[in-house]
């Protein structure tokens, strides 16, 4: 066990339905700490970029079309296995597999507006955290 962090997003779905706030309660009261966060409406280059690993997937348009529909709000969340735990508390990527009690299955619709997004490893956290909070890893030497 070792203390983690993990990129998180909650995705335009879950900012239009005003749930922001309750997302952000279930990290707190998981011993996952938001160390930084941003609101933005990302453009369909940085969308793109972002999920580049699924590009030649064929829900890629429709990923990239869906995660600049809105605003989403990007946070760094920190704790004990963070990656991990953050993944547990999300639920599976399609809404209806997910587990009673997760983020997914309370306010996520379907697969494509599925509420939030997680970092699956180490190494995607270190990259994803980096793609978006560039500064993070000079200060804190993370
Ligand atoms: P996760 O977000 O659970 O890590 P993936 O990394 O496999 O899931 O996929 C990234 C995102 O792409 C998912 O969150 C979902 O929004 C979308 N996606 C994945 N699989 C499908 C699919 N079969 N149809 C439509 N969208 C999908
Ligand atoms: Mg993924």
């Known amino acids: 066990m070792a203390i983690e962090r993990t990129l998180s997003i909650i995705k335009p779905d879950a900012v239009a339905k005003n749930v922001i706030g309750k997302i952000y309660s279930r ?5 996952l700490k938001v160390i930084a966060a941003k609101l933005a409406w990302l453009s369909p280059q940085e969308a793109g970029a972002f999920y580049a690993v ?19 709000m990007i946070q760094v969340l920190e704790g004990e296995s ?14 209806k597999k997910a ?17 939030v997004h ?15 909070f560039p500064a993070m890893a000079v200060y804190s030497g993370r």
């Open 27 to 31: 990290f707190e009261t998981n011993g």
């Open 54 to 72: 699924h590009q030649e997937r064929p829900f890629f348009k429709d990923l990239v079309s869906f995660m600049i529909s809105g605003p989403v």
């Open 82 to 95: 963070a990656i991990a735990k953050n993944r547990e508390l999300m639920g599976a990527t399609d809404p």
């Open 99 to 115: 587990e009673p009690g997760t983020i997914r299955a309370d306010f996520a619709e379907s697969i494509d507006a599925n509420a």
């Open 118 to 132: 997680g970092s699956d490893g180490e190494d995607t956290a270190k990259n994803e955290i980096a793609f978006f």
